[in-house]
């Protein structure tokens, strides 16, 4: 018998035990994977947004909106607001950097930073979490 095949032998074991489950237990199981997912992805996406830089944009724009009531309207705007917090916030550098309003209170936030021959896009607001 070869190893690899002991694992597959293994799964389909498991596999023959399953049973339809009720929706209220499927979506107890649905949050507890989203649970588990959270906790080991959330590291690696947190490297990946410091390493290509949005991680302080998002940052900014939250508290733009945190402190203004509504989402900046430019990258103009949003670096006046940066530079007047005396320190607390800072921006990396960016080549492009746009504000689209989409519904529900959402804003898209489409970036290229210097060196990245893609853009980015993120959608940030309220009525994602609502999901």
Known sequence: MKKPFIPLLLLAAL???????????????????GS????????????????HGSLDLL???ASFRSRNSRWPSDYSELTNFVNSSGGYLWLGRYETVQFTSV????????????????????TIG???LAK
């Open 15 to 33: 596999l023959a035990g399953c049973k339809t489950s009720s929706p209220q237990k499927q979506k107890q199981l649905e949050a507890d994977i």
């Open 36 to 51: 588990v997912y959270g906790a080991t992805f959330s590291p690696i996406m947190d490297m990946f947004m410091l390493k």
């Open 59 to 61: 940052y900014d724009t």
């Open 103 to 122: 519904t529900n209170d959402c804003l898209e936030i489409s970036y290229s930073r210097p060196g990245q021959k893609k853009e980015t896009k993120i």
């Open 126 to 128: 309220d009525a994602l």
